[in-house]
């Protein structure tokens, strides 16, 4: 197999893995931002639950996820194990992302001077207003370069969708790398990875910039 | 009337009793400084009136109605505390201006999006408000690129532009140069001359002898002396005060 067929081949699943890429941020991205209001939350029970969650999706591999949201249903429940597995790994990743996300959003939370929530409330503003308006847009910009790690380590994630045979970039080159006893698919991924992670970073740069008209 | 009656007001934290049983009271016009030692409770008295600290006991009424009250032992605030909160505006030592927003809305975002004033309306008052305090040309600017005192009159302005009855002002100079706190007392004092009804925490005791109606000399919790500023500080009473005016007067 030449290498350009590889790259075409191996390309046919980039749509893929932009796919769970895209989703997990549209989804993690607010969902972390609840789990962090609920550990933040003074009702002990939710504040524990909040923890637990954030305890056990970051101390058990993502992959070890993966495995039980596809096919943990059959194994309980007898479902069977859907056909689009899109459905499964962005379920899989957007639990794990939005637990560290979660812990993100609250060293930005943590680290706001009390006095911008004592000038808002003195200002008549609502708690939600001042969240809102006040506390959400200055957080945002104090995480956003422990988002962009998180981001580009996600894009290196998608490669663990292998696990459950999804075909996205990575499974088809694994599929290759086997078949034709080959490691170029190998080479090819880590390429596309490293240009997809440029772009990311370049985003986010050009993010963070356009966030940097005003000092803390 | 007195837009602002607290009385016997009781604060303690944890162990540390902060103010203990004191009562003031300001009218309508009036300016009111406090002045007294590091840890006498000042800065606590003005966070309990602007609700920043709760207090454990006494009275809060502004325009004669009660915001906190005490019944048999027990304190309760107003539900409606928000509409106490439109009363009156502080202005921090450490400005507390948003610094994602530019000085204009700094000043817009609070009376449109809390009082839901119209919002052209509102910009006309507030272009108007920072012409009059020279700041007309940094509307558009961040806090990050003024200096401290223009940081901090803009906090001034910003609590103008929500049309309170009463302004609280705690240590507004403190962290400021000499330089800078000049430009800001120059406000206040401006706004003294407009009849503006004030409550200022200050150590800067010149211009608390000059600006104010009344001062009122606190320490460990009480008010130790109260009264005219010329006798106040012309003929001190309490030997506490003399002292801290002659330590004062060494610093300086």
Known sequence: MSLMTIIVKMSEGLG???????????FAIPLGMIVALLRGSRFKPVS???KTYISVLRGTPLMLQLLAVTYGPYYLFNISVSRNKLIPVVIAFSINYAAYFAEIYRSGIDSMPVGQYEASQVLGYSKIQTFIKIILPQVFRRILPALTN????LVKDTSLAFTVSYQEMFTIGKQIANSQ???????VAGVFYYVFNVIVGFVMGRIEKRMSYYKM | MSILEMKNIEKSFADNHVLKGISLHVDKGEVVSIIG?????KSTLLRCATFLETIDS????????????????KCTYAKNLNDFRHIFGLVFQNFNLFPHYTVLKNMMD???SVLHRDKEEVRAECIALLDKMGLAEKANAYPCELSGGQQQRVSIVRALA????????????????PELTGEVLKVIKQLAEEKMTMVIVTHEMAFARAVSDRVIFMDGGVVVEEGDPEEVFGNTQSERMKQFLRNYDRET
């Open chain 1, 181 to 187: 006893t080959s490691f170029v698919p190998f080479v």
């Open chain 1, 16 to 26: 893929k893995t932009c796919a769970i890429f895209f989703l997990t941020l549209i």
């Open chain 2, 37 to 41: 030692p590091s840890g006498s409770g």
């Open chain 1, 48 to 50: 524990w639950f909040a």
């Open chain 2, 58 to 73: 006494g009275v809060i009424s502004y325009d004669g109605k009660n915001a906190a009250e005490t019944v048999n032992g």
């Open chain 1, 150 to 153: 998180e981001i580009v380590t």
């Open chain 2, 110 to 112: 609070a009376p449109v």
């Open chain 2, 162 to 177: 929500m049309q309170p009855e009463i302004l609280f002002f705690d240590e507004p100079t403190s962290a400021l140069d």
